[in-house]
């Protein structure tokens, strides 16, 4: 039989390989971090964030006083060059007292956030994986708790539990649980569908590897919006719990404390509660936009 | 339509049995014994024992339990440990504040966001756009606590113009339903924008222009109708989630409404109030729902298909298990 693949043909091959690597696409992930730093709120949004973090991590370089000690020299101070937020009324530096308010309110959302995702999205992504009876059993228990309003919930089982932030996280988890199944169990059920997940399937992959491996990468891109929401949201629910006295207890610098010890001087130093209001919208304005941003982003039919 | 109003009716009942059983549970594994806080402090043995009895903490769980629910079925939500009076009454006290705050705020969100959501999806990309879009996100930004603190401090203490504390006539309502008009508002306006955007590009939109529909037309008929669903649902979402953050607001504001009577109750462990009001809450709760529900479906007739088929698809399989079992 004659040969068919000459030398020539294996030459106009490579060269055709050659061309296509030039115009290989982009991922889809690619593709959306392409169009989030090309969005400009998002960027904002994100630049807000990073500066909270650092403002966070390094609180003690950064806050120029002790956010504990009283100075009694220094009492009901105005904004000034020396105190940028003023003191308030035991002569603790407000300015600082927002500086570490920043690390516990990031740091304890995140961690909600995360309990969140390994209860609520655990639930939720069995259900959704699942499905048939388990995923009506687990979605009917999660109704029954969706009926009792998520803040009343968590002020709930704060009294039961204590003032402390790990009763605050435990509270805010369950309370927020049933969202969080919601959201991966509609996430699984889109990602489900794929083509992947039926191949895998087709070549005997285990249920824990496919949860793990397949369903849960995928359903990430999903649920980003979601989490970043989840974030502002968490930042929100504590301050709000801890302004009315359920979580947090006084002595800490979280903004909503503050908020709640200041707010007798409301009428007469302003400052003092304004300032650190202002805190607490920074960070909630700074995650919305990074989440607007990354909607447009992962879903450009949308924008 | 009626059969699935009936339906609806009757999975609310399962709900509510257990939110009561979650509700319960926590007010039993609560520490502390509430005759610690109604008795004198020299009380003897003897007199503890004696109102434990009567207040029915000798029974076992799930005998009071049953009892409750009992009760609940026929309207009795328990008795205050510190008043003695029946939950109910006091807390049909409080209702009216609560829902007038939450409903006026809601019904002027909706009035006021949707309209502005429109105007920002049919200028897409211009600076009206641009403007209402930031505005809204800053809005959606700010706590409501928050923004009833910057709110009393404009209007009370600069202006000196707005009651700040407490509810003595209609003045007193304004703050917080500006609040939670505001909060509520901008959501509105965010999520119409969306779905009018999604709907704008739809074929029946071209369809209505290329036959030369008027635009008001276009936009009112056409595609408002069909962005409305979305709307709908945050509308029911949101009156719950006021009807329970409503503590924070009313705490803000002094108002002296059902969420407030709750956040009391818990701190002094007042568990019937805490039960009651809880439960009368996730009830309106579940009401509103149903009705976002049949809104739904009055809104968008394509719903009311897929219900009948599904009523029908459920009949047939009826028919047919009974023709295999004759």
């Known amino acids: 039989m004659a040969k068919l693949y000459t030398p020539a043909m294996e030459k106009l091959d490579r060269q055709r390989s050659k061309r296509k690597e030039g115009f290989k696409a982009d991922s889809p992930g690619r593709q959306a971090w392409k169009r989030l730093i090309r969005n400009r709120t998002a960027i904002v949004g994100m630049i807000m964030i990073i500066i909270l973090f650092i403002c966070a991590l390094f609180a003690n370089w950064i806050a120029p006083y002790d956010f504990i000690t009283n100075d009694y020299t220094s009492l009901k101070q105005s904004p000034s060059s020396i105190h940028f937020f003023g003191t308030d009324n035991l002569g603790r530096d407000i300015f600082s007292r927002c500086i570490y308010g920043a690390r516990y309110s990031i740091f304890i959302s995140l961690f909600i956030v995360t309990c969140n995702i390994f209860v609520g999205g655990l639930l939720g992504t069995i259900a959704g994986y699942v499905g048939g009876k388990v995923d009506n059993a687990i979605m009917r228990i999660m109704d029954v708790f969706q009926a009792i309003p998520a803040v009343m919930m968590a002020i709930c089982i704060v009294a039961i539990l204590g003032n402390g932030i790990p009763q605050l996280v435990t509270a805010l988890t369950i309370s927020g649980m049933p969202g969080a199944a919601r959201n991966f169990r509609a996430a699984v059920l889109n990602v489900k569908s794929g083509g992947y997940v039926e191949s895998s399937r087709s070549i005997n992959v285990g249920h824990a590897k496919m949860i ?3 369903l849960i990468p995928n359903a990430l891109g999903i649920l980003a919006i979601f989490i970043v929401n989840m974030v502002a949201g968490g930042i929100l629910i504590i301050s709000s719990l801890s302004y ?25 130093y302003p400052y003092m509660v304004l300032l650190p209001a202002a805190c607490i919208m920074f960070a ?8 607007n941003g990354l909607r447009d982003a992962l879903d450009p039919r949308l924008k | 339509m009626f059969r699935y109003i009936i339906k609806r009716l009757l999975l609310m009942i399962p709900i509510l049995l257990g939110v009561l059983v979650i509700l319960f549970t926590l007010s039993e594994i609560t520490p502390g014994d509430p005759v610690d806080s109604l008795v004198a402090t020299g009380a003897t043995l003897e007199e503890r024992e004696a109102l434990r009895e009567t207040l029915g903490l000798n029974d076992p769980v799930y005998v009071r339990f049953i009892k409750y629910v009992v009760g609940v079925c026929k309207g009795d939500l328990g008795t205050s440990y510190k008043t003695h009076q029946p939950v109910w009454s006091e807390v049909k006290l409080r209702l009216p504040y609560s829902l007038t705050i939450t409903f006026s705020a809601v019904f002027l969100a909706v009035l006021t966001g949707v309209p502005i959501g429109i105007l920002s999806a049919l200028k897409q990309y211009t600076w009206i756009d641009n403007a209402l879009l930031a505005i809204c996100m800053f809005l959606l930004s700010i706590p409501q606590f928050c923004m009833g603190l910057f709110f009393i401090y404009l209007f009370s203490v600069r202006w000196s113009i707005l009651p700040a504390f407490g509810i003595t006539d209609w003045t007193g309502f304004i703050l917080p339903i500006l609040v939670v008009m505001l909060c509520c508002g901008s959501s509105y306006a965010r999520i119409s924008r969306s779905s009018m955007l999604e709907v704008m590009r739809q074929d029946y939109v071209k369809t209505a222009r290329a036959k030369g529909q008027h635009e008001r037309v276009v936009v009112f008929r056409h595609m408002l109708k069909n962005a409305l669903i979305p709307i709908i649902a945050s509308i029911g979402n949101d009156i719950g989630g006021q009807l329970g953050g409503a503590l924070i607001l009313e705490t803000v504001f002094g108002v002296p409404g059902c969420g407030k009577y709750i956040a009391d109750a818990i701190m002094s462990r007042n568990y019937p109030c805490v039960l009651g009001g809880v439960f009368v809450l996730a009830f309106l709760f579940s009401i509103i729902n149903l009705i976002v529900d049949i809104v739904y479906v009055i809104v968008d007739p394509r719903l009311k298909t897929s219900i009948v088929i599904d009523t029908m698809k459920q009949r047939r399989k009826v028919g047919r298990e009974a023709k295999a079992h004759g």
């Open chain 1, 212 to 214: 793990t491996r397949h």
């Open chain 1, 244 to 268: 009315i006295g359920v979580g947090i207890s006084p002595p800490t610098p979280e903004w909503g404390c503050i908020l709640s010890q200041n707010k007798a001087y409301l009428m007469t």
């Open chain 1, 284 to 291: 909630i304005f700074g995650f919305n936009l990074f989440g």
